[in-house]
């Protein structure tokens, strides 16, 4: 079946870097945009930034800009997400997301399959 | 950046109740706007998409309308296992921009 799989929790220092995975599996990797989205405990939801797996492009959100890089392996069908310079409003829950697309009616199809999440716990 | 702002906030509903939650965008959006549900420690999972388009799988008793600027959802007859937080998404350009979340809590 159509699925995102990411990568485990992960807890880190002020400082530091974390890089969170996520696995495409059941449908073809490049053919549909990777979405990131944050949500903080209690809080909202809140979009990071685009990949276009195919062409590697991207886009960031502008509170992201400089802090954030978006990647991908095509060989392995993974998406990545690495956040920098981490500071403790950083602790979230981490969601990639693909952006589907309605072949029907020739219109965008909503984010349409999300992974389970990956927690990132930023403390000293 | 498009800001979209969603209310009400929160709601408390009764089971077999009609639910409207709505969304104004601060500019127009045509049809460009998704619909999603979160129930606590899980993921978003999309209802609707293209502001009316019911995704494969969620029931009709989900519903979505608007177009330009002002959208709505709406759950006919609120169920148990409804309960829950929705928030809107605009895809019409980037940076994407969820409304703040419309909490559903049962009276």
């Known amino acids: 079946q159509v699925q995102l799989v990411q990568s485990g929790a992960e807890v880190k220092k002020p400082g530091a870097s974390v890089k969170v995975s996520c696995k495409a599996s059941?449908?073809?990797?490049?053919?549909?945009?990777i979405n990131w989205v944050r949500q903080a405990t209690g809080q909202g939801l809140e979009w990071m930034g685009w990949?276009?797996?195919?062409?590697?492009?991207?886009g960031y959100a502008q509170k992201f800009q400089g802090r954030v890089t978006m990647t991908r392996n095509t060989s392995i069908s993974t998406a990545y997400m690495e956040l920098s310079s981490l500071r403790s409003e950083d602790t979230a829950v981490y969601y990639c997301?693909?952006?589907?697309?309605?072949?029907?009616?020739?219109?965008?199809?909503?984010?349409?399959?999300w992974g389970q999440g990956t927690t990132v716990t930023v403390s000293s | 950046a498009i800001q979209m702002t969603q209310s009400p906030s929160s709601l408390s509903a009764s089971v077999g109740d009609r639910v409207t939650i709505t969304c104004r965008a601060s500019q127009g959006i045509r049809n460009d706007l998704g619909w999603y549900q979160q129930k606590p420690g899980k993921a978003p999972k999309l209802l609707i998409y293209a502001a009316s388009s019911l995704q494969s799988g969620v029931p009709s008793r989900f519903s979505g309308s608007g177009s330009g600027t002002d959208f709505t959802l709406t759950i006919s007859s609120l169920q148990p296992e409804d309960f829950a937080t929705y928030y809107c998404l605009q895809d019409y350009n980037y940076p994407r921009g969820f409304g703040q979340g419309t909490k559903v809590e049962i009276k």
């Open positions: 997301a693909r952006e589907g697309y309605d072949i029907l009616t020739a219109s965008k199809g909503g984010m349409d399959v």
């Open positions: 990949m276009n797996p195919n062409s590697g492009n991207t």
């Open positions: 059941g449908y073809t990797f490049t053919s549909y945009d």
